[in-house]
């Protein structure tokens, strides 16, 4: 299938799952089993696409790379076995390493509360002509840290700046930094991994019952599932409060991984093919160079038999 085909199925494969405006955002409105246009006898198929998916954002991050004046910003969020790991794993598998950046975050440590909440993140932005990828991210600062409060009472802000507007505050800073990032080549795509609580406590068991997955479980991991209405109130009002044209967020169906990794390759194919990449242009003086060059190759060498 042709590049152009493959971009135009990806734009209108992400449409019903892309927020650009979160005012009338639900969570409810997107089922985590979701599967679109495929069913789950199409799996092949969806192998298939993904395949297709993943060879074409090769070919389009080479160009990123060669181009190198823009940068794309991947952020992931999900609670607990949604699939983030597994999305990036398979998505990029294709991409060359040296033109991506992957950072996860976890709980911050004390050089990271010594600073402002953003830090630790924006020091990790990638270069130009490369792709980033944050698994989790400071979206974590509107959302475990707002289901466990205390979380926020270490983070040693001065009290008078910790009021009933913080949530909102910090939603204004996101905006605002995502918006200078875009003015500034930063191409941002965000990804929700919205999986249901029926999905996660089967691959929590699977987890606990296969001895190869039991390093992925941790006892925190059910302790959370005690704040998932909680959980799923913060990610619709992060949602709804972050959601913009420049730094959209794509809330994707989770409960079946196949599906997911589908979306997820396709809205980064779209967000590529909207840059109208291309290959830097050879000056004439170096096109010249070309010409010498390749003279001197195809005469003969000391070195050649």
Known sequence: MKRKEIIERAQKFIKPYCVTEGKKFRLKDIDPDDTGPVTSDDKPRAKELLAEGVETLAELQDVLYAQDQWSILLIFQALDAAGKDGAIKHVMSGVNPQGCQVFSFKSPSAQDLKHDYLWRCLKCLPERGRIGIFNRSYYEETLVVRVHSELLAKQKIPPQL???????????????????????????????????????????????????????????DSRERGFWKDYMEAYEDMIRNTATEYAPWYVVPADNKWFTRVVVAAAVIEALASLDLAYPEVSEAQRKELAIAEKALLGKTATEV
């Not at 949530?167 to 605002?176: K, L, S, V």
């Not at 200078?180 to 089967?202: A, D, M, P, T």
């Open 162 to 220: 910790v009021n009933k507007n913080v949530w909102d505050e910090r939603f204004e800073d996101i905006r605002n930094v995502e918006r200078y990032l875009s003015r500034n080549g930063v191409v941002i795509r965000k990804f929700f991994l919205h999986v249901s609580g029926r999905e996660q406590k089967k691959r929590f068991l699977d987890r606990i019952h296969n001895p190869a997955k039991n390093w992925k479980f941790s006892s925190a």
